[in-house]
């Protein structure tokens, strides 16, 4: 399921021109604010699979019950949407970028950082899914 030395850039109709730090709505910590604190508090150190069963994790009122590696396995029995879809390179700017060994960290769009991740290979380079469908 994840990519490696690859760059998740930021969506074509992403309305941010900078990273913008996501907030929290209705009191609630969002999809993407759990992605921003995973990621952005760790740079390098998570893996995708790491961020998408910790915020799934961190979305469940109760938490599960359960041994983690039992609940982890489980939650990747059925197809899981990549960083690709992630809010973070669809909405606020921010590129996702997976090291040689698969660990993610954020770029804002706007950095020197992203702009030569961006300007390599087309083939590790991967727009995040658009916002809204073409047309």
């Known amino acids: 399921m994840g990519y490696h030395d690859t760059l998740i850039a930021v969506a074509g109709d992403c309305p941010a021109t900078t990273g ?4 929290l709505r209705d009191g609630r910590r969002t999809v993407a604010v759990l992605h921003f604190e ?3 508090s760790s740079p390098y150190a ?9 915020t799934w994790l961190a979305q469940q009122n109760p938490a599960p019950a359960g041994d983690l590696a039992a609940l ?7 197809p899981r949407a ?3 879809a992630s809010p973070l390179p669809k909405r606020y ?11 993610t960290a954020l770029h804002a769009v706007d950095s020197a950082e992203y702009a030569a ?3 390599r290979d087309a083939a590790a380079v991967l727009p995040a899914f658009r916002a ?4």
Do not use: K, N, S
């Not at 998570?46 to 910790?54: C, G, I, S």
């Not at 809204?132 to 047309?135: I, V, Y």
């Open 93 to 103: 700017g921010w590129g996702v970028h997976f090291d040689a060994a698969g660990r």
């Open 20 to 23: 913008v730090a996501p907030q």
């Open 46 to 54: 998570l893996t995708q699979e790491d961020v998408l069963f910790q």
């Open 82 to 84: 990549c960083l690709r």
């Open 132 to 135: 809204r469908r073409a047309g």
């Open 38 to 40: 995973l990621i952005g």
């Open 72 to 78: 982890r396995e489980q939650f990747f029995d059925q």
């Open 117 to 119: 991740l961006a300007d």
